[in-house]
């Protein structure tokens, strides 16, 4: 009898030690990212990095292109919104979600992400940061009136003064 009443006292002391070690943890809050504000949060570290290898490739840049270093960690900040170029990749990517949404019907898997799309990043960017918006030149006796930017962005000269 002696020894069943040393097991429970060792059992209930192990108990109360383990309770009291789990209730004293504090909360897993920094399991997930900080500064999440288009991609789903609940992404695991292999899908984000997959999203972000995606995007990196369509513009052809490398983190620090969107992402500021912290000196002082020595280290990528990653939720500092310090660089626009982080608002303008969110932008960029609702609007390419509307996009696929009304024009592709495209479809999200459990995430929110989209399945199937009609369009991505590298859809306009191939592989460049800041891609060209270039508009069709017209040849012949269609071409551009008098005044309309030519390629170069300059005004087509008027008449024939000279300067």
């Not at 608002?87 to 459990?110: G, H, L, P, V």
């Not at 590298?122 to 460049?128: A, E, K, L, P, Q």
Request: charged share 25%.
């Amino acid at each position: 009898m002696l020894i069943n009443k040393k097991i429970l006292v060792t059992l209930c002391l192990s108990s109360v030690v383990t309770l009291v070690a789990l209730t004293s943890m504090k909360p897993d809050d920094d399991k997930g990212y900080k500064n999440l504000k288009v991609l789903p949060k609940n992404l695991t570290h292999e899908q984000l990095g997959k999203v972000m290898h995606e995007w990196s490739g369509s513009l052809g840049v490398h983190c620090d292109f969107c992402h500021v270093r912290n000196e002082a960690e020595k280290k990528m900040d990653f939720a500092s919104d310090a660089k626009p170029e982080k608002e303008m990749a969110r932008k960029m990517y609702k609007m390419m979600n509307k996009i696929n949404q009304k024009y592709f019907e495209a479809k999200k898997d459990s995430l929110g992400m989209v399945l199937t799309s009609g369009v991505n990043c590298y859809t306009c960017h191939r592989g460049d940061s800041h891609p060209d918006a270039k508009l069709p030149e017209r040849k012949g006796p269609g071409g551009p009136p008098a005044g309309a930017p030519a390629p170069g962005g300059t005004p087509a000269p008027q008449g024939d003064h000279k300067q």
